[in-house]
């Protein structure tokens, strides 16, 4: 399995898709996709057009120091505003 840290971008857009095309022709399997802004229904399309692809993924993200920005500390606090 090959894997792409951090893929092509900090945030994935359309343009992108022609490039992950390539890449899944070169033999990659699996990228490793950036979640650094963008909502669940962002995320869902683009995971449908993973699928389409074939390319399977994985998940990096940034937690904030509770030191930089204590209200936004809990990334996985089931409030919106804390995440």
Do not use: W
Request: proline share 7%.
């Amino acid at each position: 399995m090959a894997s792409i840290l951090l893929c092509l971008s900090g945030f994935i857009e359309a343009g992108h898709l022609d490039q992950f095309r390539h890449l899944k022709d070169l033999g990659y399997d699996s990228v490793k996709i950036p979640i650094l802004r963008g909502g669940p229904q962002y995320y869902d399309c683009l995971d449908r057009q993973l699928d389409s692809i074939g390319l399977r993924r994985t998940s990096t993200s940034v937690i904030p120091s509770m030191y930089a920005n204590p209200m936004y500390a809990n990334p996985i606090s089931s409030d919106p505003d804390e995440r």
